[in-house]
Every structure is written in C-alpha cells, then in structure tokens.
C-alpha cells in the first residue's frame, strides 16, 4: 500500500494526509477517550492544545513561531493561509488522528513518530511525553526539536501552495518533499551529509529519485538534492516549485531530466564536499 510505504519511509517525522478533526471543539461534551482541546488563534496560526500542556504553551508557541520565521525568511513569502496547529497530549490521541487522515483504522505509530505537518494543520505529540513514548527524540534537545518543528511547518508551506494540500498521490516526488523540509529546517547536518557523501562515493546513492527518500541517508541524500538546486538555480526556483506534483513537471522546471539531474547533483555533491573524507 502506498501510503504505508510513505509512511515507513518517513524521515524523523512524517507527512501526509488530511485534515479531519476527529476531536472536536472544546466546547464538544466530553466522552471517553475524547481530547478537550484549549483553542488560541495567533494570526498565522490556531493552537490547539490540551490542558496537560498548559505549562508548555510558550514553549511551543515559541518553536512555532521561531519555524514560520525561518520558513518565510527562506522564501522571503508569508503563509498563504492561516493553519491549525494540534498538539496531542499522548500518543493514543495523535494515533486515532493518524487512523482518521490516513484511512487506516486501529494505525499504531512507530516510537519515532511524533508530528506530521500537510496545508491545514501541523500535528504534534507534546514534547512532554516524548521521554516516555517516543524513541529518537530529546526533548530536551531544543534545537533538534525545533527543526523537527520547523520541517514539519515547511511541509505545510509547501502543502498550502500545492493542488494537494496532503501530498496524496505525489509519492513520486517525496525525495522533493521531504529534501525540501530536511534543507530549510536546518536538518541537512554536517553529520547527515558526510554520511551521504560517504556513500555516494561508495556508489550508493539512488539511480531513481523515486528511491531517494528510502534508505539509511535518505535525509542526507535528499537534503543535498535540494540543496544542488538552491545553489544551481537559487531559491526562487525552489519557490516555483513548491505547486508543481509530479516528476516531469519539477524536472521540465530545471530544464533537465531525471538521469542528468543526478549525475549533475552527484558530481556537485562530490566536487563540493570533496574535503570532507
Ligand atoms: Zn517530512
């Protein structure tokens, strides 16, 4: 199924599907297993928290803002539509939110799963509880959380452009999708590009894009391919790219193919970090 391969696929975090509320409004009576959900607008965005984190409502409200700060310097452009922001108080409640977007019923997250982001709304697992029902994340590690934060918010920039705000159907594009969201977070990482340069000189780096996004460098590798195109035809280009959905479009785009595309990324990725081993 192609939407648990996505899922699988994932990097640190995940993207995907819709935007139901399955929750509710504060104001819905209260039933088992229902969130209360606390609900403040901020102009770009309307958090929606419970009030187990309550005392972490700055501190999110801090990561969110510092993300649509860096998203919007990066494309020097603002948010084209206001979003929901939900922070789920444990990780039963983000499942049955992941269960309803992604048609899957009874969906149990993998540990490292803790937010998705799409055009209308950011989902998260309060970093509260990432000690105790998460793997992989520190949440005490703030600058790694804020760039989880912030690749998420980057995959609802890109969403809100997009005909799918989702990403449905653009499987074949992810290794875009999530380069994208790995290179303006910050997570393109001295580490994650050695790792990648290092293997690329082993050989093993995709002959697809469509495999890009698989695989142990999976960041690495993707984050460079964006990257080789803000450096080859800058960032505006980025920008334009951001509404198309398919292969063919992004590739006619940059004027190239997809066999030249990766042996123009690879030699530049070579040629650039040829210091680094
Ligand atoms: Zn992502």
Request: glycine share 6%.
């Amino acid at each position: 199924m192609v939407r648990k391969e996505v899922i699988i696929n994932l990097f640190l975090i995940i993207l995907t599907l819709s935007a139901i509320n399955i929750f509710g409004q504060s104001s819905t009576p209260a039933k088992k297993d229902t969130v209360i959900w606390d609900t403040v607008p901020f102009g770009k965005y309307i958090l929606h928290y419970t009030d187990s984190d309550a005392g972490n409502f700055m501190l999110i409200k801090n990561y969110l803002d510092n993300g649509v700060t860096t998203v919007e310097k990066f494309f020097s452009k603002k948010y084209s539509k206001v979003f929901n922001v939900y922070v789920f108080p444990n990780r039963n409640s983000i499942d049955k939110q992941w269960s309803k977007a992604w048609n899957m019923a009874g969906f149990q997250s993998k540990c490292w799963m803790v937010a998705s982001g799409v055009g209308e709304r950011l989902d998260l697992l309060t970093p509260s509880v990432w000690k105790t029902e998460a793997c992989d994340h520190d949440p005490s590690n703030r600058p790694e959380a804020q760039n989880l934060i912030t690749h998420e918010l980057v995959h609802v920039f890109q969403g809100q452009l997009n005909p799918h705000l989702d990403f449905s159907g653009m499987d074949d594009i992810e290794w875009f999708v999530e380069g994208l969201a790995v290179f303006v977070s910050g997570q393109l990482t001295k580490d994650r590009i050695d790792r990648a340069v290092k293997a690329i000189k082993k050989g093993k780096y995709p002959q697809k894009l469509q495999n890009a996004s698989n695989g142990d460098n999976k960041c690495g590798i993707t984050g460079l391919m964006v990257s080789y195109i803000a450096y080859k035809y800058g960032k505006e280009k980025l920008y334009a790219l951001l509404p198309i959905d398919y292969q063919n479009g992004i590739m006619n785009s940059l004027n190239t193919n997809e066999n030249d595309f990766i042996n123009n990324w690879r030699a530049w990725t070579l040629k650039k970090y040829k210091n680094e081993h």
